[in-house]
C-alpha cells in the first residue's frame, strides 16, 4: 500500500487546516487508516483511525476539533483539523493497516503559530 499525504502547513491558532491521504489500493482491502504525529522531541502518537467499518476513533487531545473522514471511491481518507492549537504543531503521518501490517505515508508538517 502506498500512501500520499497533502495538505499541511502554517496556520494561526483557532484556525483550520485540512489533510488528506491516497491509497494506492482499494480502501476494501485496507482494514484501517489513520492519521499520527510527531513533534518535535516526542515520540509519535495516535491523532484519529478509521476502520474500514466506518467507526472512527481519536485521540482525547483532538476530540471535538479533529474529523477523519474518508472517499472510499477515491481510496482518499482526509482529516479536518478545527481550532487549531500550537501544541498541535507536528509532523503528521498517514497510516494504513492491511492484514496487520502497517504502511506510513511521508510526513506533513503542521505548524500552529502567530
Known amino acids: 500500500v502506498q500512501l500520499q499525504a497533502s495538505g499541511g502547513g502554517l496556520v494561526q491558532p483557532g484556525g483550520s487546516l485540512g489533510l488528506s491521504c491516497a491509497a494506492s489500493?482499494?480502501?476494501?482491502?485496507?482494514?484501517?487508516m489513520g492519521w499520527y504525529r510527531q513533534a518535535p522531541g516526542k515520540q509519535r502518537e495516535l491523532v484519529a483511525v478509521?476502520?474500514?467499518?466506518?467507526?472512527?476513533n481519536y485521540a482525547d487531545s483532538v476530540k471535538g476539533r479533529f474529523t477523519i473522514s474518508r472517499d472510499s471511491a477515491v481510496n482518499t481518507v482526509y482529516l479536518q483539523m478545527n481550532s487549531l492549537k500550537p501544541e498541535d504543531t507536528a509532523v503528521y503521518y498517514c497510516?494504513?493497516?492491511?492484514?496487520?501490517?502497517?504502511?506510513w505515508g511521508k510526513g506533513t508538517l503542521v505548524t500552529v503559530s502567530s
Open positions: 497510516n494504513a493497516n492491511r492484514g496487520g501490517i502497517d504502511y
Open positions: 489500493r482499494m480502501m476494501f482491502s485496507i482494514d484501517g
Open positions: 478509521i476502520t474500514r467499518g466506518g467507526t472512527t
